[in-house]
């Protein structure tokens, strides 16, 4: 099976632009989370998406959004682009065949890296 | 929410040595700890994990245990090589409605030497 692919793999802005990222999972998987890796702050979850339905959001404020389509491939938007918001942005894609049940295990995409000037 | 600190930031060993990481979260509702490794440019790879009704993991070189009543898992690597070197992040999760939700450590350099 084909792994997580994201797209683009790098981004250039300037600040109050905004940005789509793309993540298409692997085969099969139906739930999407996002996550931004940082130097200081670590990998922060940003949302999680299963069903083309939002179920949870990280503390991340309302300029980060995201969606999915019907064939589970997701996308995440980034409007009014900040300094701050530089970082790679992780996808990570698992089964969530079922609800509730405990994590299954998530596979990352290789990432986009924004660089916001 | 939860929170996870992991331990020690960073780690230089001798190739053949062990290693070992620690890590601490705080929800303890939490009952899934997978462990990822990180080579610079890479993405995030899975090594190993280990649900809350389970003791101890162990995969060839690398093991992992928990301890739920502690709050604590380890991972441990054994008969370290130089290819091991890359960055190791814990991570926590509740699953349920929280799935999809991994809370991370801060992340582990470690470095074997030759």
């Known amino acids: 099976k084909a792994g997580v692919t994201q797209t683009p793999r790098y981004l250039i802005k300037t600040r109050g632009q905004q940005v789509t990222l793309s993540c298409s999972p692997i085969s099969g998987h139906r739930s999407v989370s996002w996550y931004q890796q940082t130097p200081g702050q670590g990998l922060q979850f940003l949302f999680e998406y299963f069903s083309e339905t939002q179920r949870n959001k990280g503390n991340f404020p309302g300029r980060f959004s995201g969606r999915q389509f019907s064939n589970s491939r997701s996308e995440m938007n980034v409007s009014t682009l900040e300094l701050g918001d530089s970082a790679l942005y992780l996808c990570?894609?698992?089964?969530?065949?079922?609800?509730?049940?405990?994590?299954?295990?998530?596979?990352f995409g290789p990432g986009t890296r924004l660089l916001v000037l | 929410g939860e929170n996870v600190e992991q331990h020690p930031s960073t780690l230089s060993v001798q190739e053949g040595d062990s290693a070992v990481i620690k890590c601490t979260y705080s929800?303890?509702?939490?009952?899934?700890f997978p462990w990822y490794k990180q080579e610079l440019g890479k993405r995030p790879q899975l090594i190993i994990d280990?649900?809350?009704?389970?003791g101890e993991k162990k995969d060839q070189r690398i093991a992992v245990t928990l301890n739920k009543t502690a709050k604590h898992f380890s991972l441990h690597i054994t008969e370290t090589q130089p290819e091991d070197s890359a960055v190791y992040f814990c991570?926590?999760?509740?699953?349920?409605?929280?799935?999809?939700?991994?809370?991370f450590g801060q992340g582990t350099i470690l470095t074997v030497h030759p």
């Open positions: 929800d303890s509702a939490s009952n899934y």
């Open positions: 990570a894609s698992s089964l969530g065949m079922r609800r509730g049940p405990p994590q299954e295990t998530q596979y």
């Open positions: 280990i649900r809350s009704n389970v």
């Open positions: 991570a926590a999760s509740r699953g349920g409605t929280s799935y999809g939700k991994l809370t």
